[in-house]
């Protein structure tokens, strides 16, 4: 199988070597709109020739990934569309509805399949892409019954062989739950960066002060604006639900322990400890 890739960044790259040391794929071309990011991949081994020509890559391939940023899927997924004929196409985008909605009435729809593996790093770049990356995580394919059923099965079964577990929902709900549980956390890790950034001005004390604890809650605070901008921007009703619960929350704490009703923060805690139950 022929696979091009278009975006040779963390996810893009990380397919490519995954589809390769399964030996899902023979053949990976890929496409991007940096030169650097093109010469990067191919010294780094996981695309095996660069094509410059969007629509020939293509026509070429048995499988399409659009691997860019969402802001930039609107544009490059028609356009992957329009050189279809039988080709599987798949994103890989963090948010689905406005994606949807731009290629609904496509000739070449049911070619396409929408989905998001829900895996990824605080990394970006071509450099950032590695082995194993989707190993026990979570495929959400969207609006499956949108897509033909033989390009569905030949996605579910490709990334059945790369270990993931198979999860289906509508574009709507897919992009209410990421903004629960992924989206929320980079904005919260970007604020909290903020917030250190402009209390502590001692970088040094930072360094060496910060515990596993801080290092580990702010990471994503290292991640694209390239990448989450246009999330935040398409997801935006959603991203501002969830940031709404999370502001009073904060809130809450506050008035808490301006109070000094720390009996009732310790309570605060132990319900927050329910997270146990569901992330081991």
Known sequence: MIVTIIGLGLIGGSLAISLKEKGLVTHRIGVDLSPENCRKALALGFIDEISPDLA???????????????DAMLTVLPQVLDAVENQVVIDVGSTKSMLLAAVAGHLRRGRF????????????????AVAGLFEDKTLVI???DQSDADAVAQVK??????AMRIEYLDAAAHDLHTAYVSHISHITS?????TV??????????????????????????????????????????VLDVLDEHIKQLQHLRQLIDHEDFAAVYQQIEQANLIKKILK
């Open 113 to 128: 399949v929408a989905v998001h593996p829900m895996a990824g790093t605080e990394y970006s770049g071509p450099e950032a």
């Open 197 to 238: 950034l402009e209390k502590e001005k001692e970088v040094d004390q930072i360094f060496a002060l910060a515990s596993g604890g801080f290092a580990s809650t702010v990471r994503l605070a290292k991640s694209s604006p390239a990448m989450w901008v246009p999330i935040f921007r398409q997801n935006r009703v959603n």
């Open 142 to 144: 969207c609006d499956a």
């Open 157 to 162: 079964q490709l990334f059945t062989q790369l």
């Open 56 to 70: 020939a890559a293509v026509q070429r391939a048995d499988l399409v990934v659009v691997a860019v940023p969402m």
């Open 190 to 194: 970007f604020a909290l960066a903020l």
